[in-house]
């Protein structure tokens, strides 16, 4: 959870493996574009700065959240990666359709890293408002998105050690 005392885009870099080397993939929900699209931008710039190549790093847009599993799933069946990422904004509204897409989403993109025993990253906001959801996306949180990043680095890592 992202407090003042832990705040989501403070980390050590020395403790986050290189990414030189592999291969990664965004998957970013469309909806709550100008939160999805701070999360990418933590995201992209925590790889890129931790030596993923440009070339090694691929993007996708996919219309929601609740697509976001899909679209995993559909890039680790075309291609070999090291990791994906799927950066989501769910904001809370007055009827229980927040529970259900939050629910799903999770065991969705949870669901998809398993089967294809890749790390597969839950970068999705799931917040009561907008205020907290610019909190947490580059606001006074931190940025989910670099967060994410570093995860995926690291389990990448474990990954490969693991195969080793």
């Given at each position: 959870?992202?407090?003042?005392?832990?705040?989501?885009?403070?980390?050590?870099?020395?403790?986050?493996?290189?990414?030189?080397?592999?291969?990664?993939?965004?998957?970013?929900?469309?909806?709550?574009?100008?939160?999805?699209?701070?999360?990418?931008?933590?995201?992209?710039?925590?790889?890129?700065?931790?030596?993923?190549?440009?070339?090694?790093?691929?993007?996708?847009?996919?219309?929601?959240?609740?697509?976001?599993?899909a679209g995993a799933q559909m890039?680790?069946?075309?291609?070999?990666?090291?990791?994906?990422?799927?950066?989501?904004?769910?904001?809370?509204?007055?009827?229980?359709?927040?529970?259900?897409?939050?629910?799903?989403?999770?065991?969705?993109?949870?669901?998809?890293?398993?089967?294809?025993?890749?790390?597969?990253?839950?970068?999705?906001?799931?917040?009561?408002?907008?205020?907290q959801a610019r909190d947490r996306?580059?606001?006074?949180?931190?940025?989910?998105?670099?967060?994410?990043?570093?995860?995926?680095?690291?389990?990448?890592?474990?990954?490969?050690?693991?195969?080793?």
């Amino acid at each position: 959870m992202a407090t003042a005392e832990h705040p989501l885009s403070e980390y050590d870099p020395t403790s986050v493996p290189s990414g030189a080397g592999r291969r990664f993939a965004l998957v970013v929900s469309e909806w709550n574009r100008e939160i999805t699209e701070a999360l990418r931008q933590g995201a992209r710039k925590t790889l890129l700065g931790h030596g993923v190549q440009e070339t090694d790093l691929m993007e996708a847009w996919v219309p929601g959240s609740f697509e976001l599993a899909a679209g995993a799933q559909m890039i680790l069946g075309s291609r070999e990666l090291h990791g994906v990422i799927c950066l989501g904004s769910i904001v809370r509204g007055e009827t229980p359709h927040f529970d259900h897409v939050c629910q799903a989403t999770a065991r969705g993109i949870m669901d998809v890293g398993l089967k294809h025993g890749v790390p597969v990253i839950f970068g999705v906001l799931t917040d009561d408002n907008m205020e907290q959801a610019r909190d947490r996306s580059g606001g006074r949180h931190g940025n989910k998105g670099v967060d994410c990043a570093v995860a995926v680095l690291k389990m990448a890592e474990l990954w490969s050690s693991l195969k080793a």
